[in-house]
């Protein structure tokens, strides 16, 4: 029998929480909505787009040798180039907060209006190439069926069969992944690891293009679904017959941002259309991904198949970072503010998703004074580049087996396993392993 090394592993404590105890914990004047206070965070990430705009331009025509003196002749084209950088920077990070607007929206938060709701997810979110409805649509499913194997619709884990690996041989590999041999974990290696560019590379190319092809080709999409499942096909598996004009509709405002698109380009030229728009377009795209794939993927997330899956368990198999708080504290706070706590109260949103992000910190306390005695993981490692480099390295595949399971590494390592509440012992105290 092959060598098996034991490595040392967290436990969780599956969640036997009941919506009702959760949603009890968070004071009542949490959820009410207001369009107008909304609408205040709505126009101050605009204005502040706009201001980081101008401030670009007016320090654009003060960088020439008339009015700044630099040693060299090449030190003007980059001046303006960092100045142009910085605009994008900081004009796709406000952007984002927009984004999340939008979203709000989309769950009904934004106002206590449908309609008012409905128009402006749908200007905002065609204006940043998402087709609003359908996402929509698809994203409340997320809510639903947050971290379940088959119903999730984003980040779902690919499993071992789906990864093309070999089976899972119990003689020298682990079902949990804590005693895995030196034998499988080379071979794993040489099927799954990466070299730190090789890691690098592949989780920059996510950030850049991962948003797009989600939609457009379902990618980290919930697998059962067809081949060419998208969400701009109003007859795709994800939607029902009555969703088929709202799709049309989000295709319409996808068609109109196409438009506006083309007739900038033709206006303005293809370069000023990528600097003023292009760039911080993709950074929204960027921050996007970073994000939710942060919420939702980590080692020390559990993933549910049916049996096990209820919607409490799901809503809290997430966890709170601090966006850019790798980078310190004034950073976090930054982060938190221009993209409205989004990544900071996300556990919050999972339990009810109609709470506004400006009464979300409120009650993520009175729901986190609920739920850290229970011992439920509620923070991850702040969100940045770092952390995510960490977590594309270690979340690699699930098994095909088991009801709660976690992600493995290249190695066949996982540095969790389930354990349950034993509900039928005097004392509740007693966890039951029941694998």
């Given at each position: 029998m092959a060598t098996q090394k034991t490595h040392e592993q967290g436990v969780y404590v599956v969640p036997d929480v009941t919506i009702k105890q959760l949603l009890n914990a968070i004071p009542a004047h949490c959820f009410k909505r207001s369009a107008l206070r909304s609408s205040v965070y709505m126009f101050w990430n605009m204005f502040v787009v706009l201001a980081c705009y101008q401030a670009a331009k007016l320090a654009d025509a003060f960088v020439n040798p008339q009015t700044l003196s630099l040693p060299h002749p090449a030190l003007y084209p980059f001046a303006r180039f960092s100045i142009w950088?910085?605009?994008?920077?900081?004009?796709?990070?406000?952007?984002?907060?927009?984004?999340?607007?939008?979203?709000?929206?989309?769950?009904?938060?934004?106002?206590?209006?449908?309609?008012?709701?409905?128009?402006?997810?749908?200007?905002?979110?065609?204006?940043?190439?998402?087709?609003?409805?359908?996402?929509?649509?698809?994203?409340?499913?997320?809510?639903?069926?947050?971290?379940?194997?088959?119903?999730?619709?984003?980040?779902?884990?690919?499993?071992?069969?789906?990864?093309?690996?070999?089976?899972?041989?119990?003689?020298?590999?682990?079902?949990?992944?804590?005693?895995?041999?030196?034998?499988?974990?080379?071979?794993?290696?040489?099927?799954?690891?990466?070299?730190?560019?090789?890691?690098?590379?592949?989780?920059?190319?996510?950030?850049?293009?991962?948003?797009?092809?989600?939609?457009?080709?379902?990618?980290?999409?919930?697998?059962?679904?067809?081949?060419?499942?998208?969400?701009?096909?109003?007859?795709?598996?994800?939607?029902?017959?009555?969703?088929?004009?709202?799709?049309?509709?989000?295709?319409?405002?996808?068609?109109?941002?196409?438009?506006?698109?083309?007739?900038?380009?033709?206006?303005?030229?293809?370069?000023?259309?990528?600097?003023?728009?292009?760039?911080?377009?993709?950074?929204?795209?960027?921050?996007?991904?970073?994000?939710?794939?942060?919420?939702?993927?980590?080692?020390?997330?559990?993933?549910?198949?049916?049996?096990?899956?209820?919607?409490?368990?799901?809503?809290?198999?997430?966890l709170d970072r601090s966006l850019m708080g790798d980078l310190g504290s004034v950073m976090g706070w930054i982060g938190a503010h221009a993209t409205l706590g989004i990544s900071e109260t996300h556990l919050l949103h999972h339990v009810c998703s109609k709470i506004p992000h400006y009464n979300a910190w409120e009650a993520s306390a009175a729901l986190r004074k609920v739920l850290e005695p229970t011992g439920i993981r509620l923070d991850g490692a702040p969100g940045g580049w770092s952390e995510m480099y960490r977590v594309y390295k270690e979340c690699k595949f699930v098994e095909d087996e088991g009801d709660v399971i976690f992600y493995k590494n290249a190695h066949g390592v996982a540095q969790m396993r389930p354990m349950f509440n034993d509900l039928t012992a005097s004392d509740s105290g007693i966890e039951v392993d029941r694998y």
């Open positions: 950088a910085l605009y994008g920077f900081w004009a796709g990070l406000f952007a984002t907060g927009l984004w999340v607007v939008a979203h709000e929206a989309g769950h009904q938060a934004f106002s206590e209006s449908k309609t008012i709701n409905n128009t402006v997810g749908w200007i905002l979110h065609s204006a940043l190439g998402v087709p609003y409805h359908s996402w929509r649509i698809t994203h409340a499913k997320h809510h639903a069926s947050t971290g379940h194997m088959t119903q999730d619709q984003v980040f779902v884990p690919r499993t071992r069969s789906q990864m093309g690996l070999p089976p899972l041989d119990p003689k020298r590999d682990d079902l949990l992944g804590a005693n895995v041999s030196e034998e499988v974990k080379k071979e794993m290696w040489e099927a799954l690891g990466d070299s730190p560019l090789g890691a690098t590379f592949g989780f920059m190319s996510y950030l850049v293009i991962g948003w797009p092809l989600y939609l457009i080709i379902n990618a980290s999409g919930q697998a059962r679904y067809p081949k060419g499942t998208n969400h701009f096909n109003p007859n795709a598996a994800m939607f029902s017959p009555h969703h088929y004009r709202q799709i049309i509709m989000s295709d319409v405002g996808i068609f109109l941002w196409f438009a506006g698109i083309a007739a900038a380009i033709n206006t303005w030229g293809w370069a000023t259309f990528m600097v003023v728009y292009g760039v911080p377009y993709l950074w929204v795209n960027h921050w996007l991904i970073l994000i939710t794939f942060l919420q939702h993927t980590d080692p020390l997330l559990p993933h549910y198949r049916a049996s096990e899956f209820t919607f409490p368990r799901g809503a809290l198999s997430t």
